[in-house]
Structures are given as C-alpha cells and as structure tokens.
C-alpha cells in the first residue's frame, strides 16, 4: 500500500513514470492494459490487417499501444521512485503526489509521458 512516484523502465531507459495512493494496484493495472494492447496488436497482424495503432479501435489508452509496439511485458522492470506518506489533508496529500511527480518527469525524462504531471482523480484519493 506504498504511495508515492513510480517508473516503468526497459534497459534503465524511463519508458512512463506515474504517481498513484497504492503504486503495487497500479503496476497491475499497467501490465494488464498493457496485456490488452499487445494482445490487440497481434490479433490484427495475425489477421492480416494492415492497420496503423493510431487508426484501430483503443480499448485502453494510447501509450499502451505505443509501448507495446516497441516492448515485451518481460522486457518491463518498475521500480518505486519516491514515496509519499499519507497525509490527512487530502489536498495537500495530492499536491505532494503531484509535485514529487513531476519532479520524477523532468528528472527522468521519460519517453511515453506526454504531459505534465495532474493530480489523481478524486474518486481513487480515499485515504484511510
């Protein structure tokens, strides 16, 4: 139940880096959108269909696509980057996960993070 900034890296090169409230629920929901994308892209290569990432129907969001293109799941390692305690003031809890976030971005300069660090959805924010 570690909160806090995570990467996802291939060969020490900073593919995302995210922040989350319980970072071990999250690296499990990557790898199954993950798991989604490039089972996704292969059914259509096994189908002969010559269609472009950007074009097919997305069932999870784009990076996965992207990084499945170009990785293998067991090519992934996730490492926790910086820890976060658990603050009761929520909206400082979650200005911290944001800022140490970005943080992380700037510093790693990772390859699938198109934009700035945002803060986690209200709904997954229950500290407890």
């Known amino acids: 139940n570690t909160s806090g900034v995570y990467g996802i890296f291939c060969n020490n090169v900073c593919l995302y880096v995210g922040q989350s409230i319980n ?53 992934l390692s996730y490492k926790t980057l910086f820890r976060v305690p658990k603050l009761k003031d929520e909206f400082e809890f979650n200005e911290l996960l944001t800022y140490a976030e970005q943080a992380m971005i700037e510093s790693y300069q990772p390859k699938f993070n198109h934009i700035a660090a945002r803060p986690t959805r209200k709904e997954n924010l229950k500290i407890r």
């Open 23 to 75: 970072i071990s629920n999250r690296i499990s929901q990557h790898k199954d959108n993950f798991r989604t994308a490039k089972f996704q892209i292969n059914g259509t290569k096994l189908h002969k269909q010559r269609v472009s990432i950007s074009k097919m129907p997305h069932k999870v969001e784009y990076k996965y696509y992207e990084m499945a293109k170009e990785y293998n799941l067991p090519d």
